[in-house]
Structure formats: structure tokens, C-alpha cells
């Protein structure tokens, strides 16, 4: 997986949504559009029977008050089975829960796929080893919407 540091800025913001540096964000590159991957992943959920919270679609609310900003599309998803006994261990969890991936095209015109690391939740939240899985789905999920 690609990890780029903290660089340069594009009129958009950073070039690159990638790993950066003890935030626990971890971004692949997607081998489709942004609205492909969105519809990729809301398949793979719907198939899986877990719940699509809400899709944000932050570049047509910046088209409303008249911005401009690349493809850019927050998916929040998860299981009230699989969050539940996270935020009943780690009650500050829900901070971070329902689980998120961020779909976004760079000033380049390059597609990434961006999630917080089930590590750095771990970590950071005091989740029990044993409740981990609950939410590492989220890497298998990423990857499989990339390819």
C-alpha cells in the first residue's frame, strides 16, 4: 500500500489523501470512479445485510453554495451486532462509530478510498483485542471496492 507524507497543496486542498503520519487514516487507490466505487461498495454492503447509514456527497454541497471541489463521497455504514458491544466496552467509541470510508478524487484526477485504521480505533478507544474483528471489515471492504 502506498503511504505518502504530508506535501504539497493543490488548489483542492492536500494532492494526495493518503497515510498520514499518526492520524490512523489509511487510503488505497481505487481502480474506479468515485461514484463507481460508491456503487461497488453499497452492493457489497446490501449483500452482506449491513445497514448504509447515510451517503454524503460533500463536492455537490459545495456545488450549492457555489464552490468547487473534486469528487468527494463519505459512505457511513455499519451493524448495531457488530457496534454495539464496541461502544458497551469502549463507550467513547461512538465517536468513531458507525464505521466511515471516504471515497475521494485527488487534484489529479486519481481515485483513493480512505478509512480510519481498526488499529488506530483500537488504540485509541481502549477496544478489547477480542472486538477487533467487529470492525477490521472495513479493510477487506476497501480493498475488494478498489479492484
Keep these: 500500500m502506498d503511504r505518502i507524507e504530508p506535501g504539497r497543496f ?3 486542498g492536500r494532492e494526495n ?3 498520514f503520519s499518526g492520524n490512523g487514516i489509511i487510503s488505497i487507490p481505487s481502480n474506479h470512479s468515485v461514484n463507481e466505487t460508491i456503487e461497488i461498495l453499497k452492493q457489497i454492503l446490501e449483500t452482506k445485510g449491513v445497514i448504509q ?3 454524503i456527497d460533500h463536492c455537490g454541497e459545495a456545488e450549492k453554495v457555489g464552490m468547487k471541489m473534486p469528487a468527494t463521497k463519505l459512505l457511513i455504514f455499519g451493524s448495531p451486532r457488530a457496534g454495539t458491544p464496541i461502544m458497551l466496552a469502549a463507550p467513547g467509541s461512538a465517536l468513531d462509530l458507525p464505521l ?3 471515497v475521494s478524487e485527488d487534484g489529479q484526477g486519481k ?3 480512505s478509512y480510519n485504521s481498526p488499529e488506530y480505533l483500537r488504540e485509541r ?3 478489547p483485542d477480542e472486538l ?3 470492525i477490521a471489515v472495513v479493510e477487506t471492504l476497501a480493498a475488494k471496492a478498489g479492484n
Design 53 to 55: 447509514f447515510a451517503l
Design 111 to 113: 481515485v483513493w478510498i
Design 10 to 12: 493543490s488548489e483542492y
Design 17 to 19: 489523501f493518503m497515510t
Design 132 to 134: 477487533l474483528q467487529n
Design 100 to 102: 466511515k470510508i471516504l
Design 125 to 127: 478507544h481502549g477496544i
